[in-house]
Nanobody, 121 residues
């Protein structure tokens, strides 16, 4: 499975971006898909997860602003980010969950290459 991310960039505070995570080699529809982010000098942190059944869980810091969705036909998962803040600046990663605690990086096996999101104040 290869996960390829796109859609990052520079945006002003209050703006929006949508990240895409396209999969090749295996359908994502039966997997739980997570998003993480890593700011400079910090550990990679959980952002949210889209369960295979369609429900979602988000970190407190992004709940109400970020939304994860899936396009089955395109085998792609999205992270819609609204009302962005400077503290959202980080490299964002999508990943496929295979087991374990959903907010832990150890629960995921395949990762995207990372996508820089920079929010200016």
């Amino acid at each position: 499975v290869q996960l390829v991310e796109s859609g990052g960039g520079l945006v002003q505070a209050g703006g929006s971006l949508r990240l895409s995570c396209a999969a090749s080699g295996r359908t994502l529809s039966t997997y739980d898909m997570g998003w993480f982010r890593q700011a400079p000098g910090k550990e990679r942190e959980f952002v949210g997860i889209l369960w295979s059944g369609g429900s979602t869980v988000y970190a407190n810091s992004v709940r109400g602003r970020f939304t994860i969705s899936r396009d089955y036909a395109k085998n792609t998962v999205y992270l819609q980010m609204n009302s962005l803040k400077p503290e959202d600046t980080a490299v964002y990663y999508c990943a496929r969950k295979v087991g374990g605690i959903y907010y832990s990086t150890t629960a995921y096996d395949y990762w995207g290459q990372g996508n820089q999101v920079t929010v200016s104040s």
